[in-house]
């Protein structure tokens, strides 16, 4: 597993998978989205036309006191009609808009360079983690599995690389992830957009709004961890390069700080959707959520199975009081029935 992270992050491949799921996402938007909403036009504009009809029939006979409000609505209708019908200013002025806006921001906080390039999101992080492992790497060479001291530095150099490759996984999940979803809500915009005309049903629109903000947030909220993480990496880097471990010896201070930011930092990436969460009102999600989910589960199972042992050691020892409770007082019952045998007898 760890292997594996370290020749992904060597040949640059979640930069490159990145890419690649953004071109085919936006493929399958350019062939999927047309005539999926050509397909809800139909019913879109029987809703619509009866709304506008009895909105017409309302101002003229005076059955509403929101007449302005109506008028408003009424030709706000035909502009948003026209943004969800046409695939291309629906992707130019929504879609386009916001996701550039998000990749300026994340390529901002991790390159300072808000020209909005996608594999800005990798580059930096990438050189630095190379570098980190290429001296891992080294350390690794020196290392001597016919001593104790070589099977201390293994274990230091592979917990290191566990660390830091799981950071790295979930970086990149979190924004991979993120992406997706944006355009899952995307495919799906021009219902949530059509059903904002009409105010009984405004909920759907402003559900789906905020559901698009929290996860264009998340990747945001999580290159300003990295970037934060990406300067005290920098200098756990530089001591790394200094270290001499014939002098300091394996467990030093810089093993010590090295394994306490990725730690920190990984704990910190899995907030990042808690972040997000915070500002859009709604509910964590991404990989922090389904960590969360799991270590609940498992805290729960652990928490039946010590109930369900200590239940278990108690219901046992009950029966087992209960039964020599019972055999005493059959013992107990024998002799008294002896006893008053005896006394019949005279004996």
């Not at 390159?111 to 891992?136: H, R, V």
């Not at 950071?167 to 979803?181: D, K, M």
């Not at 049903?201 to 909220?221: D, E, G, K, S």
């Not at 239940?311 to 107990?332: D, H, Q, W, Y």
């Amino acid at each position: 597993m760890i292997t594996i992270l370290i020749i992904c992050m060597d040949i640059k491949m979640f930069q490159s998978f990145y890419g690649q799921i953004l071109t085919t996402l936006n493929e399958f938007m350019d062939n999927k989205y047309q005539g999926f909403i050509d397909a809800f036009r139909p019913l879109a504009l029987a809703i619509l036309t009866i709304y506008l009809m009895f909105s017409a029939y309302s101002i003229i006979f005076g059955k509403t006191e929101k007449a302005k409000e109506v008028l408003i609505t009424m030709a706000v209708s035909s502009l948003l009609t026209l943004i969800i019908f046409s695939y291309g200013i629906y992707k130019e002025y929504i879609m386009d808009t916001i996701l550039l806006q998000s990749f300026k921001l994340q390529g901002y906080f991790l390159t300072l360079d808000g020209s909005g390039l996608p594999a800005q999101t990798f580059n930096t992080l990438e050189n630095t983690f190379s570098t980190l492992f290429s001296k891992l790497e080294e350390l690794e060479e020196k290392m001597s599995l016919w001593s104790s001291t070589g099977i201390q530095l293994m274990i230091c150099i592979y917990g290191l690389k566990a660390v830091f490759g799981i950071l790295y996984l979930v970086f990149s999940v979190l924004v991979i992830y993120s992406t997706f979803a944006i355009y899952v809500f995307f495919v799906i915009g021009g219902i949530p957009l059509f059903l904002a005309i009409m105010p009984g049903t405004r909920f759907v629109f402003w559900a789906w709004l905020r559901a698009v903000m929290n996860y264009i947030l998340i990747p945001v909220f999580t290159s300003i961890v990295m970037a934060i993480s990406l300067k005290f990496l920098g200098a756990v880097v530089e001591d790394f390069i200094k270290l001499d471990l014939e002098k300091s010896g394996i467990w030093n201070i810089v093993v010590a700080n090295a394994f306490f930011m990725g730690c920190l930092s990984i704990f910190f990436h899995l907030k990042a959707p808690e972040f997000a969460a915070a500002i859009t009102g709604g509910q964590p999600s991404g990989i922090g959520g389904f960590f969360a989910s799991a270590a609940g589960v498992g805290a729960t199972a652990w928490g039946l199975s010590k109930f369900s042992a200590d239940k278990g050691l108690g219901l046992s020892k009950r029966t087992f009081n209960a039964s020599k409770s019972i055999g005493g007082a059959v013992l107990e019952a024998g002799i008294r029935a002896k006893n008053a045998f005896s006394k019949s007898k005279g004996l």
